[in-house]
């Protein structure tokens, strides 16, 4: 199955200079750009793009038809496209493969897309980390540019669009798309409250569609292939249409980004694309779906689903990683899919510790506007750190879930239930293992890095002995 | 002493100042080429970009502090950024920390006695796939072993680490 894919939105990764103009276009760059500019009407892109069911591919899987469709503008106003690039969820590195492999599918998918939502300008923003990408893209741009298809006269129609890129300098607030609307209006990236919704009132006070970069790139060959054709490549076809791309890192062979239909099961991911477990003999311990903001699931927990219109009844009984990976089904699998990108993690790892890792980034990132996100944040990493040295108290398990409950509903932005859902999610998951930390602190000797820190130096025969696996066996649930 | 740019960096924000349709939305992409002139955002720099897009100092304090890429104090003739979240740490990140501490002679958040590097922890990177990685300067590191660390670390030019 792996082997005989014939990828799509990837189909010139393996182009050498596929982000020069010329090496893109030979290979069917553009081509769709210009038959939709020149002979399509913006409604009907837009009712391919709804057929398509092509769900966001930043993290919230809201259908990109859909969210084009809010759009009301006023006499007068511009409408602005904004191409979310900041990937900065932990875990997530997918969309700076579009950035350096094939910019000219982004730019061909913004033209598109200004000319469907009526836009005449597009931002595309990237991280400021990545300064080659967005060399990269910039060359793109003034290739298209040069070329006259970004410009005053696309393809010689009437409708200029132009698109730029835009940096960011080291926040991960700023991939929340009113973060990011403040930072690419040179303010500090902190989230705005909505409504109202950037489709109303967005960049420069104008109605603004944000989409992420895998999102807007998936646009030319939806149009191409037509929308219901696009959709149906997907194995959970019709509510989740399409190929994506996902991302495995961690404890796997062969981590990296693979295209795939949409639904596949992580079991796949890890092992049909990841290659299988690192180290033969530290089994899988629990898998981070979509991102650092998704709860962690584990393969030995089962689906229940006995009713018969229960959404995952079909997978009742089954692992939790033999769900197809989809916006839906992971929603009532309890977790989310999130960015499509999981973070897998072996028997050598403490997850009291691996939740201190992200409680850290969390706290880190706040951007500090709201109460119960800025103080929760720090609590919980202040907790966290105290019971991994040993010297946390029995009660310090109900504190952690007393403080991600109390962080969740009254905020400005998804960033404290991105931060709390996950915390809660682990405490759920393996409960004992934070019962065990509490009392006694990390197991003697632990560093997380130990399956692979003997390796860095060349000689993986000295890996060091697995001394920190804690087989969490048991089911508690969380009371809270 | 008065900051100024280039002739040829003052083309590049002229140009930057075409993209936007209010000069305010330049600040940022104007800072950053600022700090690749100066090497950090010293007060100087911050009154002149006020000066430029006709903004209070205080507006551009605030955007500077907000972002970690903008160094608000001098820094280390090279930035060395380790990636030290989850998947990064999974595959040995807090080794290649340690490495470099050693190799540098300072600590995270710290420049080395000689002026040339400044070490930093970096939040994830998006390149998790590609772990465990530095950024330095402008460039990714990826796929990291201690071999491969030194190697890159001698050809920037970084002294010996010291026997212990
Ligand atoms: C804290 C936080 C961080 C986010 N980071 C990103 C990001 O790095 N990239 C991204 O595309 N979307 C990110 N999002 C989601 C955006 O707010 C927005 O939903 C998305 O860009 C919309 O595009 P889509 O509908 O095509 O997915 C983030 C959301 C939150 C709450
Ligand atoms: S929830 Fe957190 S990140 Fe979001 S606006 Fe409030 S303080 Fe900032
Ligand atoms: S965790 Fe290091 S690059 Fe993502």
Redesign the pocket.
């Known amino acids: 199955m792996v082997a005989d894919y014939e990828p799509i939105l990837s189909s010139r990764y393996g182009v050498p200079d596929a982000h020069r103009l010329a090496v893109a276009e030979r290979n069917g760059a553009y081509a769709t750009a210009k038959k939709a500019l020149l002979t399509m009407r913006p409604d009907a892109i837009k009712e391919e793009v709804k057929k398509a069911s092509l769900r966001?591919?930043?993290?919230?899987g809201?259908p990109?038809g859909i969210?084009w469709g809010f759009l009301n503008p006023k006499e007068g106003d511009d409408i602005y496209l904004v191409i979310?690039g900041?990937?900065?969820?932990p875990g997530t590195f997918k969309d700076r493969t579009l950035l350096n492999l094939d910019p000219h599918r982004l730019i061909e998918g913004a033209l598109i897309t200004c000319w469907a939502i009526g836009a005449h300008k597009a931002y595309i923003y990237i991280r400021g980390e990545l300064a080659h990408s967005i060399a990269i893209l910039d060359a793109a741009l003034d290739e298209a540019r040069a070329k006259g298809y970004v410009g005053a006269r696309p393809f010689g129609k009437n409708y200029p669009i132009e698109i730029f890129s835009h940096p960011g300098a080291g926040a991960?607030?700023c991939?929340?798309?009113t973060a990011l609307l403040n930072s690419l209006e040179g303010r500090r990236g902190e989230p705005r409250l909505k409504p109202p919704f950037p489709a109303i009132k967005g960049a420069f006070g104008m109605p603004t569609i944000?989409?992420?970069?895998e999102?807007i790139s998936a646009v030319p060959d939806i149009i191409r292939m037509g929308g219901e054709t696009w959709c149906n490549l997907s194995r959970l076809a019709p509510r989740d249409g399409g190929v994506r791309l996902y991302g495995i890192s961690g404890h796997v062979k062969k981590p990296g980004v693979y295209e795939a239909p949409v639904g596949i099961t992580l079991r796949e991911l890890i092992d049909d694309y990841g290659g299988g477990m690192l180290h033969d003999d530290r089994p899988l311990k629990a898998v981070i779906p979509g991102g650092s903001s998704t709860p962690v699931l584990r393969p030995d927990r089962m689906v229940e689903a006995e009713a018969e219109d229960h959404p995952l009844h079909e997978w009742h009984g089954k692992s939790e990683i033999d769900v197809p990976m989809g916006v839906d089904t992971f929603r009532a699998l309890g977790t989310m899919l999130g960015t499509c990108c999981a973070i897998v993690m072996d028997s050598s790892v403490n997850m009291v510790d691996a939740a201190r890792n992200l409680m850290r980034f969390y706290r880190h990132e706040s951007c500090g506007q709201c109460t119960p996100c800025r103080e929760g944040s720090g609590w919980l990493q202040n907790t966290l750190e105290e019971v991994c040295e040993g010297r946390g108290r029995p009660e310090d398990v109900a504190l952690l879930v007393d403080i991600a409950n109390n962080m969740m509903g009254n905020t400005i932005?998804?960033?404290a239930e991105?931060t709390a859902m996950p915390m809660l999610g682990m405490i759920q998951q393996f409960h004992q293992e934070f019962v065990d930390a509490a009392a006694a602190g990390l197991p003697e000797g632990y560093r997380h890095d130990d399956s692979t820190r003997a390796g860095l130096a060349g000689d993986p025969a000295d890996a060091v002995a697995d001394g920190a696996s804690t087989d969490d066996t048991s089911t508690d649930e969380v009371t809270a | 002493m008065p900051f100024a740019l280039t002739a040829e960096r003052e083309k590049q924000v002229e140009a930057l100042l075409t993209r936007y349709p209010n000069a305010r939305a330049a600040l940022i992409p104007v800072l950053w080429v600022c700090q690749r002139q100066h090497g950090w955002i010293s007060p100087a720099v911050r009154d002149w970009v006020a000066q430029r897009l006709d903004l209070s100092t205080a507006t551009v304090t605030g955007v500077v502090t907000f972002y970690t890429m903008f160094f608000d104090k001098p820094v280390g003739e090279h930035v060395i950024w380790v990636c030290r979240t989850l998947s990064c740490d999974l595959r040995g990140g807090k080794a290649i920390q340690e490495h470099l501490e050693q190799r540098l002679g300072c600590h995270a958040g710290g420049t080395s006695t000689d002026g040339k590097f400044t070490l930093m922890k970096a939040e994830c990177l998006a390149a998790c796939g590609q772990a465990p990685m530095v950024q330095i300067d402008d460039d990714y590191h990826e796929n990291l072993t201690l071999e491969g660390l030194d190697q890159i670390l001698d050809s920037v030019g970084a002294a010996p680490a010291e026997e212990a």
Do not use: H, Q
């Not at chain 1, 966001?56 to 919230?60: K, Q």
């Not at chain 1, 900041?86 to 969820?89: G, L, P």
């Not at chain 1, 944000?210 to 970069?213: D, G, K, L, R």
């Open positions: 966001g591919r930043g993290g919230a809201f990109a969210k979310n900041d990937e900065s969820e991960y607030i991939g929340e798309e944000v989409n992420n970069v999102t932005c998804a960033f991105g």
